[in-house]
């Protein structure tokens, strides 16, 4: 392998790794700014039911909805 060849295999790989850094940074910022309550009715979110609850990801931020809110949200579209 040249040293032109490895030059650039390393400007591949350490520009992957700051575009890595940098989504990493963005999800780490995403889960800090996560509301800690329902959107919906304002009920507190509870680790213990964390399989029940629904997360919905915008360009605007996170929604948080209970399995309450959740159900009701399913009924009203049927």
């Known amino acids: 392998m040249s040293k032109l060849a490895r030059k ?10 700051k575009d890595t850094k940098k989504r990493l940074r963005h999800v780490e910022e995403s889960l800090n700014n ?7 009715c304002g009920k507190q979110f509870n ?6 609850w629904i997360i919905k990801m915008t ?3 996170a929604t948080l909805n209970c399995p309450e809110c959740v ?3 399913n009924a009203s579209e049927d």
């Open 59 to 61: 360009m605007d931020g």
């Open 8 to 17: 650039i295999k390393r400007q591949r790989l350490l520009a992957m790794r």
């Open 34 to 40: 996560m509301p800690s309550e329902c959107s919906s």
């Open 71 to 73: 159900e009701a949200l």
């Open 47 to 52: 680790n213990e039911e964390a399989d029940s």
